[in-house]
């Protein structure tokens, strides 16, 4: 059993940075891969990021590419995203989530355990 606690979501004007990070439980972290994914008001909850177990490959949905990066502290059991040049379109409520496999995936199925969410708030 894993769990998962984000922190550092907030308000910030278009243009500006916010970082959302995930704290995980348990010894078994470094085995797991990483997502993140978010769910604006009365749309389907999508997918953002993900980062592999190692640390090694990432992936990112098109629309944050360059803008959003994703990185991993074994030795601590947490998880970054941090976004820069951020839009009023990236409001949403950001959720990470570990999968078993390690592996980079883009598929909510394939997460086991999920954060409670952190809000980000981008003001025009």
């Known amino acids: 059993q894993v769990q998962l606690v984000e922190s550092g979501g907030g308000l910030v004007q278009a243009g500006g940075s916010l970082s959302v990070s995930c704290a995980a439980n348990g010894r078994t972290f470094g085995s797991y891969a990483m997502g993140w994914f978010r769910q604006a008001p009365g749309k389907e909850r999508e997918f953002v990021a993900a980062i592999s177990a190692s640390g090694r490959t990432t992936r990112y949905i098109d629309s944050v590419k360059g803008r959003f990066t994703t990185s991993r502290d074994n030795a601590k059991n947490t998880v970054d995203l941090q976004m820069n040049s951020l839009k009023p379109e990236d409001t949403a409520v950001y959720y990470c989530?570990?999968?078993?496999?390690?592996?980079?995936?883009?598929?909510?199925?394939?997460?086991?355990?999920w954060g409670q969410g952190t809000q980000v708030t981008v003001s025009s």
């Open positions: 989530a570990a999968s078993r496999s390690g592996f980079v995936t883009t598929s909510m199925a394939q997460y086991d355990y």
